[in-house]
């Protein structure tokens, strides 16, 4: 689980914040989907 967040609802909010631009989808896998901070974030954290 994701934050203890059930999978739909993980699955909508991560959609949710790469529609927002705050995450991009670093792996497209159906099973193996991962996610990473947008350029612009992780400029903000260098």
Not at 15 to 39: C, I, K, M, Q
Request: net charge positive; glycine share 4%.
């Amino acid at each position: 689980m994701f934050f203890n967040y059930k999978p739909r609802s993980a699955t909508a909010i991560l959609s949710r914040w790469v529609n927002e631009g705050f995450l991009v989808v670093h792996d497209p896998g159906l099973r193996t989907r991962s996610y990473a901070l947008a350029e612009h974030y992780r400029k903000l954290l260098d």
